[in-house]
């Protein structure tokens, strides 16, 4: 499973007109679910997510994680993130999950999410989506947890 992470001063996702997830400071993950990816794969994913220390401490080092800050977590299926890139000029999607097992899974993450942290916001699967966020720092991290 894949999370492409953002430290934001805020971030939120739309789908058609609706807002569907906003949050303030915190961070903005987009989620790519892999074929072999299964709910402990999600669950480490989350645990890794709200435990990098991705926030300056009082000296401005990256020593504080999401719980510490008390900041959001906006997530945001993205399945173009599995995508296999290494030859030609156009992506292949093999190593993505098929539609359902991703959704089950992103919506496993999102729940435990909720029951994990307090501000815990969600882009909508499957939605043609607009992402809109302000990167603080910049800061960006890919992690890839292995199934």
Do not use: C
């Not at 807002?19 to 892999?34: D, R, S």
């Not at 401005?60 to 030609?88: I, S």
Request: aromatic share 6%.
């Amino acid at each position: 499973m894949i999370g492409l992470l953002q430290r934001v001063s805020r971030a939120q996702v739309t789908a058609g007109e609706r807002t569907v997830g906003a949050i303030g400071k915190g961070l903005m993950v987009l989620v790519g679910v892999q074929q072999a990816d299964h709910a402990g794969t999600a669950d480490r994913l989350l645990e890794r997510l709200l435990t990098y220390r991705v926030f300056p401490d009082a000296e401005g080092r990256m020593n504080l994680d999401l719980v510490a800050t008390g900041g959001g977590l906006l997530l945001v299926p993205q399945f173009t993130l599995a995508a296999d890139t290494t030859r030609g000029t156009r992506p292949g999607f093999s190593r993505a999950a098929a539609p359902e097992a991703a959704r089950a899974l992103f919506e496993h993450l999102v729940r435990e999410a909720r029951s994990r942290h307090s501000t815990v916001a969600a882009g909508e699967f499957g939605a043609h989506m607009q992402v809109e966020l302000v990167n603080d720092g910049p800061v960006t991290f890919w992690l890839e947890v292995p199934a």
